[in-house]
């Protein structure tokens, strides 16, 4: 059976400031409410629920013609001891809404300022170029797949094969895909996170330039060299962290708070192979049962060993290879691996488009 019981506490600032200075004094507020607590009662208790309200005003005093914005945040604190295995799990939850009503006097509510002017231009400028960007780089892609088709049909005619497929794809610039994703992410950025992620790929798609100069394309050319290599590995490695990942959810999941769930379980994991917190896994994990502490132990030994020494030096080890054909190629002089496209582009110099014969042939239609 379970025992509900539910009190509605106000305290003076006198009694508050008397908690404060000896939280002992508590007893003798509960007991004038007509509340009585042992110490033997904590051994029944499976929860305890903190409840209360804050009141914040946020105002930008760069742009003094914004509005304070003032928001209500419902704080609830729960102390979960369901379990009774020593350990008490404290949840936070901290749900904000926004409150219509400000107290204090608000000026130039209604004015337009010349900061909120300014941002307005650039938001349209910026809406402007990339839809711009979305239309350039789209027909940009339509073309790329028009002369991609011209060309497959050219190489099973004049040469009876078929183009292989990595060589289709290098008639598309995925540098323009990307671009068309960010501008339609910073379009649509009305949601934050959205918009963080249309911009997060613009600074990404500012590596494209990077690949006129040799020098600094290093970054770009060893990704895209050990790419392959680093899926096939991925593959290995995930079954493997898979298997340490519903091995420690469950056995350690009822002893531990970092493997109570399998999410949990995974984030406890992955800061174990970047080398964070390890003393704190080790110590969260409960001494009632020796066989488990024994087990989460040698569990944990072993998948840093593992991982850490083994799995990461592996991964390591293939970007640096990549990085080492790449960089010998530049320094012997050397062009990259060239496929069938590449080679048949090679084959032949390059026509002088300034004759008029020329001319007519590249023209568009």
Not at 137 to 148: D, T
Request: glycine share 4%; charged share 15%.
């Amino acid at each position: 059976m379970v025992s509900s019981k539910c009190f509605t506490l106000n305290f003076t600032h006198i009694e508050v400031r008397d908690i404060k200075a000896n939280p002992y004094t508590v007893r003798s507020l509960l007991a004038k409410r007509n509340i009585t607590f042992t110490g033997e009662d904590a051994l029944i208790i499976s929860q305890a629920i903190v409840k209360f309200n804050l009141r914040t005003i946020h105002f930008s005093p760069l742009q003094n013609d914004q509005k304070p914005e003032c928001y209500k945040i419902d704080i609830k604190i729960i102390f979960d001891n369901s379990r009774h295995t020593g350990q008490i799990k404290i949840k936070l939850n901290a749900n904000i809404s926004y409150v219509n009503l400000c107290n204090g006097r608000v000026l130039h509510v209604n004015s337009i300022g010349f900061d909120t002017a300014f941002i307005a231009i650039i938001d349209l400028l910026v809406l402007i170029m990339c839809v711009a960007s979305v239309i350039l780089c789209l027909r940009a892609l339509v073309r790329a797949h028009l002369l991609k088709n011209t060309t497959s049909e050219f190489f099973e005619k004049a040469f009876k094969r078929r183009l292989p497929i990595s060589d289709q794809w290098e008639f598309f610039n995925l540098w323009y895909g990307m671009i068309v994703v960010n501008d339609i992410l910073i379009i649509i950025g009305t949601i934050s996170v959205v918009l963080g992620i249309g911009a997060l790929l613009v600074y990404i798609g500012l590596l494209r330039y990077f690949g006129f100069f040799s020098q600094y394309n290093i970054l770009v050319l060893t990704l895209k060299k050990s790419l392959p290599s680093i899926l096939r590995f991925m593959v290995c490695a995930i079954i493997l962290y898979s298997g340490f990942l519903i091995a420690g959810w469950v056995v350690i999941g009822p002893y531990s708070m970092k493997f109570r769930t399998l999410a949990q379980s995974s984030e406890a994991l992955f800061s174990l192979l970047n080398g964070d917190d390890m003393f704190a896994t080790f110590y969260t994990i409960s001494d009632a049962n020796a066989a488990i502490k024994l087990f989460g132990t040698i569990y944990i030994y072993a998948f840093v060993s593992l991982f850490i020494y083994v799995v990461l030096s592996l991964f390591i080890a293939i970007i640096m290879d990549a990085y080492e054909v790449v960089k010998n190629r530049y320094n012997q002089g050397m062009d990259l691996e060239r496929s069938i496209l590449q080679e048949f582009l090679a084959s032949e110099d390059m026509p002088d488009v300034n004759t008029p014969e020329a001319r007519e042939i590249f023209a568009t239609d």
